[in-house]
């Protein structure tokens, strides 16, 4: 079954019929969260570092981002990645649960409308293989709810995963960036253009990164890095 006959028939279940809360089971009518779970959804702090999202003080750039600028200009996160934001985006991206995409790409397109808007999206691509097995690309689904909440066009198909790389996760942060190195090209349709890349979680920020260099290599003027949930881990 294709993510759009997916989308349609969730669509059609949340609208049309009550149902339970995703998080805890409890009643919750039409909205996908009862209230109580909604109002522990873990939004991300006011105050972050402009370029990667990391919590600062007064927006101030982190160490990390001082002492080696990422080639992404800009990061915008709706939430945290900690519980139970977490079992949202695994409900998604493991489980199937489309139902997921409209609440978290709705309070990522409420972060980034405080900024201006690029000229286009990209979601972050998955590679053919990983594509297969898992069915659809959830990026790819919350990019194409945010491109009719804000009417910047998404470019589907313009970056390409061409090498699959080992799962991020499973390597030390060191590795990472080498584990994709040549991981992406991208088409020239980005060229001269403002780019946002769409994205469910931001961790090390090397995947970002590397596509980023991609877009930048394909003639892209700016890249800035929208994800639903950025990690805080100790760097």
Not at 20 to 40: F, I, M, P, V, W
Not at 193 to 213: F, N, P, Q
Request: a positive charge.
């Amino acid at each position: 079954m294709t993510s759009t006959v997916l989308n349609i028939c969730t669509n059609f279940i949340q609208h049309l019929l009550p149902q339970d809360c995703l998080l805890c089971g409890a009643y919750s009518g039409r909205a996908k969260l009862c209230k109580a779970c909604h109002t522990d959804l873990p939004y991300h702090a006011a105050s972050v570092c402009p370029t990667c999202a990391m919590p600062t003080p007064d927006h101030q750039l982190c160490g990390q981002c001082l002492k080696h600028p990422p080639p992404f200009s800009r990061t915008e996160a709706a939430f945290t990645y900690q519980f139970p934001l977490d079992r949202l985006v695994l409900a998604l991206k493991y489980g199937h649960q489309l139902g997921v995409v409209s609440l978290l790409a709705d309070a990522l397109c409420a972060r980034v409308t405080e900024q201006p808007l690029p000229d286009l999206l990209v979601p972050m691509p998955l590679h053919p293989n990983r594509l297969r097995q898992r069915g659809f690309n959830q990026a790819h689904e919350i990019a194409r709810h945010m491109t009719r909440q804000l009417g910047v066009p998404l470019l589907t198909n313009a970056a390409t995963r061409i090498i699959d790389t080992a799962p991020q996760a499973s390597l030390p942060l060191k590795l990472r960036r080498k584990n994709l190195r040549d991981a992406f090209v991208c088409d020239r349709r980005v060229a001269g253009k403002r780019v946002a890349i769409v994205d469910d979680v931001m961790t090390s920020g090397s995947t970002l990164a590397a596509l980023t260099e991609a877009l930048l290599k394909a003639g892209a003027v700016e890249v800035q890095c929208w994800v639903v949930a950025r990690a805080v881990q100790q760097r």
